[in-house]
């Protein structure tokens, strides 16, 4: 992967969550903390079925890095919405996410591709990486 850093799509969080040692491997190897957009943490909670998992999740959160939703973020994911809904059917969250990788310079590591590839310029990597 380049030098840029990384943001974590929901996927990924998810499969981790479920157990795959994959997952685990690489976010051990990451050099930087992994980092998540806040859209991610709440796709996370709202997929908790007990309190338990809601706790541990809140664990595993809180040592991740968290980008907050910002007016730039927010606004760029407007224009995304504008561009990409109706030719692509992009949705709210995966353009906040994208939003987010671009407004941080991050690449956007997913399982879910077919999500982002409509965005030009978006820096993506699908998982597993090659």
């Known amino acids: 992967m380049n030098d840029k850093l990384i943001l974590l799509d929901t996927t990924i969080i998810v499969d981790f969550l479920r157990g795959d040692s ?3 491997a690489f976010l051990n190897n990451l050099q930087d903390t992994p980092t998540i957009s806040l859209i991610t943490e709440a796709e996370i909670y709202q997929g908790a079925k007990n309190t ?26 407007i224009n995304l919405l504008k561009r990409y809904y109706l030719s692509h059917g992009l949705h ?6 994208a939003a987010t990788a671009f407004v941080h310079h991050h690449t956007l590591v997913t399982s879910n591709t077919k999500h982002f590839q409509m965005i030009k310029d978006l820096d993506l990597k699908p998982w597993p990486l090659h």
């Open 22 to 24: 994959k997952v685990g």
């Open 52 to 77: 338990a998992d809601l706790k541990k999740w809140e664990n595993f959160i809180s040592k991740l890095k968290v980008l907050p939703v910002t007016l730039e973020i927010s606004l760029l994911a």
């Open 92 to 97: 709210i969250l995966d353009a906040l996410i």
